[in-house]
């Protein structure tokens, strides 16, 4: 299909975990726009497939297909990554996107609740790094991005499991960043504020209400602001940023 837009990734396979929703979804559809091929990988098998459905309706069947994958699952992690260089030969872009909250106060959090998020949020990170890498050091080339959180940065209330997380992802990212730049594979991490998804859903109205009026530009982020971060890191105009954790928040915690 002929492509609008700028291309900015014309010629990469990109691999988009948590793809089949939100901040995932939007970057999928971003991805493709810019004349990337796209894996969308979910744990969510009937999302994904209707998403995919509706991507391939609008022409990119020949760049985006649907992989269900368990990130918190080295298993599945490690197979996925076996059909997709088989599909395609190479993952030039690696998004650790997927990821999931199980909020509750510190003296209520279960040890299900921080396993289960522990499980998905840093594990997830690490073995798909683990499993990708490989192919990118292989061809000397590659990007890739780790979705943090302002959590991560800052802490939150009510998020002891989610926080520990998004911390460690940026302390994965800084790490690979060393241990992967000389290798020619750039390595950094986004950390978005408080962004229209599912999972602010669950936020109750008044604490949500009291992020807002904190965000200098007075509203939550869209799927689109963080996508775009994605897309920058993940294109050549970022060659040079490595290491990095961009906060996109709007300000929020100035
Ligand atoms: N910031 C400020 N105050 C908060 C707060 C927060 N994040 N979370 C809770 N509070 C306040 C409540 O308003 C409440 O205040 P009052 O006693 O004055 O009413 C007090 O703390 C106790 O809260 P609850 O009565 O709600 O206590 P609970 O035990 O029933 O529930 C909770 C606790 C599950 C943590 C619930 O408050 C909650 O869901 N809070 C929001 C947590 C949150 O912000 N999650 C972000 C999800 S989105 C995300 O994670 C993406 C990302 O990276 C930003
Ligand atoms: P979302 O809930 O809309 O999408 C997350 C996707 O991850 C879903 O499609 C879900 O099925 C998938 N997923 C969950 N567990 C999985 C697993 N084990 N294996 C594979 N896929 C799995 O959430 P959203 O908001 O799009 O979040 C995307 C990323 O952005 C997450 O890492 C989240 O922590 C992060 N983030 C989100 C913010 C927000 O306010 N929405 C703020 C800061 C960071």
Known sequence: MERDGVNKLNGKVALVTGGANGIGLETV??????GASVVMADFNAEAGNAACEKLCAAGYQDAVTFIQVDVSSAESVASMVVSVIEQFGQIDILINNAGITQDSMLSKMSIEQWQRVVDVNLNGVFYCTKFVAPHMVQKGQGKIINTSSIVGVHGNIGQTNYAATKAGVIGMTKTWAKELG????????????YVETGMVASVPEKVLAL???????????????????????????????NGTVLEVNGGLVI
């Open 211 to 241: 992020m807002v009026e904190k965000v200098p530009l007075r509203r939550l982020g869209k799927p689109s602001d963080i996508a775009q971060a994605y897309l920058y890191l993940a294109s050549d105009d970022a060659n040079y940023v």
């Open 29 to 34: 559809r971003l991805f493709l726009e810019n």
């Open 182 to 193: 000389f290798k020619g594979i750039n390595v950094n991490a986004v950390a978005p504020g």
